[in-house]
């Protein structure tokens, strides 16, 4: 489910002024990661990844908010349980996955749709003097402190540490999970809310889940463009892809604790002959040339896909996964691969 619900708000110039920027603002519970693309000179630019504390706002841009268009994006943090949750669009641009980046340059992810984000327009106006705001918000309207207060209950949630309700009220239940924590984590004694705790229950919540979810591992010597199938229950299955794992890489896959018994695996190795599949696949599923998530309740010929016949990987209800992609899984030539 990707949440795409947001609010863009013009800042008002106070008297005495206020200096042109662009600023993002969180009123969501989630921790998250934003990048903003803007128009630099004769060149499209992104930039990013900016994190943001529930409840927290940051200027991202100190440059004037020139009137126009500019491209917003956001994701949760991976440690909140369940599918990611993205603030987003239909304009397909770069990132890096990791780090801070700024990038001027948009061929860059030409070749590798995981380095692609999915952003939404924002039309900056002449009336804004220069000064704009994007605020992330979800469907429950929160301020800017019950936003850091339902943001500190979802992590507590997420770690394990608090059951209660996520409605940005500071109730006893939270005030007691609080206390608690800051206990275990050797702060100051209180319930009360600050960076400091908000970043411990980040770390805690990304390192539980950076040991789940099912992880590729490429032990080739060339890129593997790989795909995964997914049971969503009576015979009915979701493949997905591209993720272009480099020699020597591992890429998560899906996060989180793994529900389901098994998988399905399939990829494709990048050698300058060509192309060479995966071979010794148990059952079809569709995939397409560029990035697919497809449901098999249609054939992949009704759909416009093609077809390709994928592994099965039982994993025996664990909650994490490695499965390893090696020279011995791929067919030889082009031609074996189309035998």
Known sequence: MRLILLSILLFALSAGGASAK??????????????????????LATRGWWRLRPGQCKVVLTETAKPGRYFVYAEAIPGHKGPLRTWSGDTALCVENNGFFNLRNQDVCRDDPMR????????????????????????????????????????????GKNSGDIDGAMGRETQRALANYRKEKGLPDGYNIDDE???????????????????????????????????????????????????????KIIKGALGKDHYYVYGLIEDPAGERAMTGGEKNFC?????????????????????????????????????????????????????
């Open 197 to 251: 705790l908000i970043d411990a229950l980040i770390e805690d919540a990304n390192s539980s889940e950076a040991k789940l979810g099912l992880f590729y591992c490429n032990k080739t010597n060339n890129a593997v463009w790989s795909a995964v199938a997914e049971s969503e229950g009576d015979e009915k299955y979701r493949s997905k892809g591209w993720w272009k794992i480099e020699p020597g890489d591992c890429a």
């Open 22 to 43: 662009y600023s993002f603002c969180n009123k969501s519970s989630y921790a998250l990661s934003a990048a903003i693309g803007y128009v630099d000179g004769d060149r």
């Open 287 to 339: 995939t397409n040339l560029v990035m697919f998530n497809s449901a098999n309740d249609l054939s992949c010929a009704d759909q416009d896909l093609d077809e390709a016949a994928f592994r099965r990987v039982d994993i025996g209800g664990a909650e994490s996964a490695t499965f390893d992609f090696t020279p011995a899984m791929f067919a030889t030539s082009q031609d074996d691969a189309a035998q």
């Open 116 to 159: 692609q984000r999915k952003f939404f327009n924002v039309e900056v106006t002449e009336a804004a003097g220069g000064a704009w705001q994007t605020d992330f918000t979800e469907a429950s309207t929160y301020t800017v402190y019950s936003a850091e207060v339902a943001g500190v209950q979802r992590l507590l949630s997420d770690i």
